[in-house]
T-cell receptor, first 113, second 115 residues
Framework: GENVEQHPSTLSVQEGDSAVIKCTYS??????FPWYKQELGKGSQLIID???NVGEKKDQRIAVTLNKTAKHFSLHITETQPEDSAVYFC????????????WGAGTKLIIKP | EAGVAQSPRYKIIEKRQSVAFWCNPI?????LYWYQQILGQGPKLLIQ????????DSQLPKDRFSAERLKGVDSTLKIQPAKLEDSAVYLC?????????????FGPGTRLTVL
């Protein structure tokens, strides 16, 4: 079955700097890769996703890149702000698995003022 | 639109006791998921419903966990009897499950502590 590994577990960056979180997956059949942001006391929210037919997707300060050959995908946050502090989860899934998602262990992002 | 509602938000019980969690998904969402999230780990799928039918419950410990989604709307997850290792956050999520939109919407979760 699918296995998703996520690194680092904790990331501390200075406000205004960039943050990069990386995930690897094992099942080549996976074709859908979302990133969710989990804030304390709130439900996790989708921030960006990418499908296997594209290599990169960008939404303002957030971008995701996908390398299908290497089976890894990354979240890039530029010009980080205090409100970016949260736990970020990557996941992998696909139509073959009814779009069930296998989740990474999460990265706690800390933005230092 | 209203989000996914879950209750209670917190629950503390002793081992061997029973507990139930409730979830009300976003109106019109056919798919409902229950996840278990242990501290420091990602969510682990327990059960997935499509309307009132079970799509996948392969990771649900059926000797102690049960879930139902009567009428295809809200859902209840029960643990009976609870064990210490059941301490976790139980997350409910819902989605429309359309090919072009697989976004899952999460509730705030129920934090369960088993003593």
């Amino acid at each position: 079955g699918e296995n998703v590994e996520q690194h680092p577990s904790t990331l501390s960056v200075q406000e205004g700097d960039s943050a990069v979180i990386k995930c690897t997956y094992s099942d080549s059949a996976s074709n859908y890769f979302p990133w969710y942001k989990q804030e304390l006391g709130k439900g996790s929210q989708l921030i960006i996703d990418i499908r296997s037919n594209v290599g990169e997707k960008k939404d303002q300060r957030i971008a995701v890149t996908l390398n299908k050959t290497a089976k890894h995908f990354s979240l890039h946050i530029t010009e980080t702000q205090p409100e970016d502090s949260a736990v970020y989860f990557c996941a992998a899934g696909g139509v073959d698995s009814n779009y069930q998602l296998i989740w990474g262990a999460g990265t706690k992002l800390i933005i230092k003022p | 639109e209203a989000g996914v509602a879950q209750s209670p938000r917190y629950k503390i019980i002793e081992k061997r006791q029973s507990v139930a969690f409730w979830c009300n998904p976003i109106s019109g969402h056919a798919t409902l998921y229950w996840y278990q999230q242990i501290l420091g780990q990602g969510p682990k799928l327990l059960i997935q419903f499509q309307n009132n039918g079970v799509v996948d419950d392969s990771q649900l410990p059926k000797d102690r966990f049960s879930a139902e989604r009567l009428k295809g709307v809200d859902s209840t997850l029960k643990i009976q009897p609870a064990k210490l290792e059941d301490s976790a956050v139980y997350l409910c999520a819902s989605s429309q499950m359309r090919l072009a939109n697989n976004e899952q919407f999460f509730g705030p979760g129920t934090r369960l502590t088993v003593l």
